[in-house]
Nanobody, 123 residues
Framework: QVQLVESGGGLVQAGDSLSLSCAVSGRTFSSYSMGWFRQAPGKEREFVAAISERSINFNYADSVKGRFTISRDNAKNMVNLEMNSLKPEDTAVYYC????????????????WGQGTQVTVSS
């Protein structure tokens, strides 16, 4: 069983930075690709960023490319999302996910999900 717990969300102003973390339980963390998704009120869950098992391959949504950076530490079973130049449209609940289908943009490629952490960006 793999469990994921996100942290680091909060309320910030436009232009600020915020770092999200996801702690993953289980001995097989390094065998999973990891992704971040987000869901704003009234909208579908959307892909944000993903990273392969050994941090070789990455994938980013066009809307966050150049502003967000995904990273992982396999020794600590952690995946992070560094968010810079935040915009009000980045406001959403952010979810961490684990899967074995590469750094995939589809939420269906991920088998395990965290409960989410709220990020609110005021204008």
């Amino acid at each position: 069983q793999v469990q994921l717990v996100e942290s680091g969300g909060g309320l910030v102003q436009a232009g600020d930075s915020l770092s999200l973390s996801c702690a993953v339980s289980g001995r097989t963390f390094s065998s999973y690709s990891m992704g971040w998704f987000r869901q704003a009120p009234g909208k579908e869950r959307e892909f944000v960023a993903a990273i392969s098992e050994r941090s070789i391959n990455f994938n980013y949504a066009d809307s966050v490319k150049g502003r967000f950076t995904i990273s992982r530490d396999n020794a600590k079973n952690m995946v992070n999302l560094e968010m810079n130049s935040l915009k009000p449209e980045d406001t959403a609940v952010y979810y961490c996910a684990a899967g074995r289908n590469g750094p995939n943009k589809s939420p269906y490629a991920y088998a395990y999900w965290g409960q989410g952490t709220q990020v609110t960006v005021s204008s």
